[in-house]
């Protein structure tokens, strides 16, 4: 892998990656005047980011390009951001699949297009006004696809993600314009010296797109009423043009990165204690979407890994129970699903609570490994390792919820076909083992002996299922408080805002 | 030399900006009418622009066009260019926002005229 920092100018190289990243954006025009070309134009999109995916890793390109003189615009295609264009670059290519055959809405692979432009161009952008711009191409994408259909609730649930989405990046502007008239420029490299109030502005921003603590609480409500495209997009690639940017920050600024650190405990907590409560399984997923946002920023070197297997598995997951009857966990006890739609269930769900030898196995491991190092801040060294552990317990309770053992019945003959998109996430979720981006990973693993991992896996499996035995059920089970009204999350954002002004402010 | 007499003039400016997202802030969270709700954003992004236009103005004011020797009332010191072309963007991108965002609320009066925020909810629940 070539060394990050270095800023190395390579005509050929940058010409390669602005014209990849223009792309999706001439696609859509083109798509716009012929529509017949779209879905192949989304294939070559989707197939041009596998490759630029797979040169970021390997270094075949020029990491960190800086166009248009030192106050410009600053690219960094890096092994950060390899996972996440490879995530974004699959999860496009399983929705289209999805479609294939199905009459879809005019303007939704034009979309699609414009969304894949945006989500890349997050997620290279290294600079404070790119990721500005990026975001908000981001944000207008995704809410045009939450607003498809035109009903009342999907124009209401795409009003509000606007609306917070657009407040938050405003206040990101402020502190991007504190940090200009503190360090004369918008690159990330000031912000370890910038003052504590412009990173808490910077920080809420990209917390809320990235799906994190109270200022992610929009998601499990945008993903019970979105269509399950539109959620799969959202947890497996809008989300990776908030973690990019996020991660970034957390290796510019030490004291942003050890903050976030605290900031991802918390929303695993919270997502994970709303999953196990939740009677609905669209919103179950978005609740342990919130917990795994905050798995990732724990250690930015290992985010993009365990961000690329919880994406791929989660976009899976929203595809099958799409296919399946009942969206109420109560119905689903009473149903056996045929193998079709059962499987690719048990290995996506699987595979986010951590069994072997699925990706998400592997990406817990390595959290387990990164963390397992010298101590951070004033934790003793085992009290970091020991929470994700127990966490890593509740996800798979979490995920113990949906296990249902597969069974032919009169009614599973009736089903829909199975999911050609899910199929194409779960085989993802094996083969990428093989791949570059794991092989490195898995010959650590077995240097280290891997009964050890493997033991702690199947232990974690059980201690899950049991805690999902024993945790309260039924009518009379446990009763959260509704926090996600408008003005809750506005509060939410507020609040998280104002701690993190507090807490880097100092 | 104008400007460092007129230090003093840029912190008050800074603070009245500062008040007017905070203003924006405190409508965004408080108004229970959801156009006022976007009001209240609009009023967030004008103090954020006008915040860019002070921060670029810090090094002088003038227009930092290159039209020859032209002299300017103001004095020859150059206004900051940089974040007057960002804030340009950042303007234009608000106001595709809020276009799309009165669109939306536009289509939401049919259900609630009254564009409460408390009654929109349920629109989402199930």
């Known amino acids: 892998m070539s060394p990050l920092s270095l800023v190395s100018w390579n005509p050929s190289g940058s010409l390669l990656t602005v014209a990849w990243l223009l792309l999706p954006f001439l696609a859509a025009f083109l798509a716009a005047l012929v529509p017949r070309l779209a879905r192949p134009l989304i294939l070559l999109v989707v197939a041009t980011t596998l490759a630029m995916a797979l040169a970021a890793w390997q270094g075949w390109l020029p990491a960190d390009l800086l166009l248009l003189g030192p106050l410009g615009v600053r690219l960094q295609l890096d092994p950060l951001a390899s996972p996440l264009l490879l995530l974004t670059a699959l999860v496009h290519g399983a929705v289209l699949l999805e479609g294939w055959g199905r009459d879809l809405e005019k303007p939704f692979l034009l979309l699609l297009l414009l969304l894949q432009g945006g989500i890349h161009s997050a997620i290279v952008a290294s600079d404070l006004i790119s990721i500005y711009v990026a975001q908000e191409v981001v944000g207008i994408s995704t809410f045009l696809l939450l607003v498809q259909g035109n009903r009342a609730p999907q124009l209401w649930i795409g009003l509000r993600y606007l609306l917070i989405g657009n407040s938050v990046m405003l206040l990101y502007l402020l502190g991007a314009a504190l940090v200009y008239r503190e360090q004369g420029s918008f690159a990330l490299a000031g912000l370890e010296q910038s003052s504590g109030i412009a990173l808490a502005l910077l920080l809420l921003a990209l917390l809320t797109k990235a799906e994190v603590f109270l200022s992610g609480l929009w998601l499990p409500r945008t993903n019970a009423v979105a269509p399950a495209a539109v959620s799969a997009l959202i947890s497996g690639g809008v989300v990776c043009a908030g973690l990019a940017p996020l991660l970034r920050i957390a290796v510019a600024a030490e004291s942003a990165g050890s903050l976030l650190r605290w900031i991802g405990l918390a929303s695993a907590l919270l997502g994970l204690i709303f999953a196990l409560a939740e009677r609905r399984v669209a919103r179950l997923l978005a609740w342990s979407t919130i917990s795994q946002m905050g798995m990732v920023l724990l250690v930015p070197a290992v985010g993009g890994l365990y961000a690329l297997a919880h994406g791929l598995a989660k976009a899976a997951l929203f595809l099958v129970c799409d296919r399946l009857p009942a969206d109420s966990l109560e119905g689903w006890r009473s149903q056996t699903f045929p193998w079709r739609h059962a499987a690719p269930l048990l290995l996506a769900s699987l595979s986010i609570a951590g069994a072997p030898p699925l990706l998400g196995f592997l990406a817990k491991e390595q959290l387990g490994l990164a963390l397992s190092g010298p101590p951070v801040g004033v934790l003793p060294g085992a009290a970091l390792p020991a929470a994700v552990l127990l966490l890593s317990v509740g996800t798979a309770a979490v995920y113990a919820r949906l296990w249902r053992l597969p069974g032919n019945d009169a009614a599973t003959a009736q089903a829909p076909p199975s999911s050609p998109g899910a199929l194409l996430l779960v085989a993802a979720l094996l083969l990428l083992n093989l791949s570059p981006w794991a092989l490195e990973g898995w010959r650590t693993l077995l240097a280290q002996g891997i009964g050890e991992a493997l033991l702690k896996s199947a232990g974690l499996l059980l201690a899950g299922l049991g805690l999902q035995r024993l945790w309260p059920k039924g009518p009379d089970g446990v009763r959260l408080p509704d926090l996600e009204g408008l003005d809750d999350l506005l509060g939410g954002a507020v609040l998280v805002g104002a701690a993190l002004v507090l807490l880097l402010g100092r | ?126």
């Open chain 2, 1 to 126: 030399m104008a400007i460092i007499d007129a230090i003093d003039g840029f912190v008050v400016m800074e603070a009245l900006m500062l008040l007017t997202v905070f203003t924006g802030l405190v409508g965004l969270l408080l108004r229970r009418n959801l156009f006022l709700k976007v009001m209240g954003m609009d009023v967030m992004g004008t103090g954020v622009i006008s915040f860019f236009v002070l921060v670029a103005a810090r090094s002088g004011f003038r227009t930092p066009i290159l039209d020859g020797n032209v002299a300017f009332p103001g004095g020859n010191d150059w206004a900051d260019p940089i974040p007057q072309a960002v804030i340009l963007t950042a303007v234009v991108i608000g106001l595709s926002i809020q276009a799309l965002l009165l669109v939306a609320i536009t289509r939401l009066a049919s259900v609630d005229p009254s564009l409460d925020a408390g009654q929109l909810d349920q629109l989402g629940r199930d």
